[in-house]
Each structure stands twice: as C-alpha cells, then as structure tokens.
Nanobody, 122 residues
Framework: QVQLVESGGGLVQAGGSLRLSCAAS????????MGWYRQAPGKERELVAG???????NYADSVKDRFTISRDNAKNAVYLQMNSLKPEDTAVYLC????????????????WGKGTLVTVSS
C-alpha cells in the first residue's frame, strides 16, 4: 500500500505565499507523474500543476507565473510553491502520484492524499 501525506496549508492574506509538501511512502518501486489538484467548495477538482519524472512541468493557466511545482525523487516528494496568492486560490489542495508498486502484482496506479486546506483572505 502507498500513502501520500500533504502539509503546508493554512490561512494567508492575498498577495502572500505558501509552500505545500507531499511525501509518498509505502510499497513504492518508482513514481512517474506527480501533481497537485485543488477543489473549491461547489466546484470540480482541477489540475493545478503536474511534473513528470524527468522534471517536465505543466500548469493551469490560472496559476502560471505564480506557482512552481518541484519534486525530489530521492525522497518521493513533490512540492508546490505558491506566490501572489489570490482569494480565488482558496481550496483543498490534493497531491496525486502515479506509483509503480514494489510488491506483486507490481501494478501502476494513481494514489491521492487526503488534502490540505489553503485559505486566502482578501
């Protein structure tokens, strides 16, 4: 089994910054893509940023030039640096990882963290 645990959420004023972290643990052989999603009340879950194993990144248009995703493959971790935060960034942020299992049947599947709440006040 694999667990993803996020940290770093909280309350911040508009224009401020937060850094989210997500660490994966368990029966991990390798991790391919990792990413951050968010879900605001009454809205669908949306991709915020993704990062491939080789470091290639992609971002939602709404966060480009404000958020930066990075990963540490040795630590099975992914991070999201969020700058110039806006009230519309308020949401639960969830970590996602595509994990190749280290135990039989050695399958690859997506795992999700439980999320961390980010609240941006105006």
């Amino acid at each position: 089994q694999v667990q993803l645990v996020e940290s770093g959420g909280g309350l911040v004023q508009a224009g401020g910054s937060l850094r989210l972290s997500c660490a994966a643990s368990g029966s991990i052989f390798s991790i391919n893509a990792m990413g951050w999603y968010r879900q605001a009340p009454g809205k669908e879950r949306e991709l915020v940023a993704g990062i491939a194993k080789n470091g290639r990144t992609n971002y939602a248009d709404s966060v480009k030039d404000r958020f930066t995703i990075s990963r540490d493959n040795a630590k099975n971790a992914v991070y999201l640096q969020m700058n110039s935060l806006k009230p519309e960034d308020t949401a639960v942020y969830l970590c996602n990882a595509q994990v190749q299992s280290s135990v039989p049947p050695w399958t690859s599947r997506d795992y999700w963290g439980k999320g961390t709440l980010v609240t941006v006040s105006s």
